[in-house]
């Protein structure tokens, strides 16, 4: 089992906050709970689940149902993560590419 703790600090690190990291592993390991539920798993404050559940799906890392009470289900990691993961792996891309021109017009220089 994969501790959530962990998880919720390596989510923090790519910049979601405390909040919305403690929801979104809660949400992936209870899969559709009601809000005031995901509040209890995942220890975020009651007063601050609904703007949380906004910012998650805000940033389409979960579904919030219209429905009463209300429903919200987590986005797959796979679906949710991956426009991140290439967007980054783009960047370095064009790092390396950077740093070989820059290498480049240093060796043209001397």
Known sequence: MVNEQVLTVSLEEFGLSKYESQAYVA?????????????????????????????????KLAIISKSKPIMCTAISPEDAFDGVIHEQINKINAMNTLVSNLKKASEESR
Do not use: D, M, Q
Not at 40 to 45: F, I, L, N, Q, R
């Open 27 to 59: 949400l992936i390991s209870k899969g559709t709970i009601s809000a005031s539920e995901l509040a209890y798993y995942s220890e975020v404050p009651r007063t601050k689940i609904y703007p949380t559940l906004l910012k998650l799906e805000n940033k």
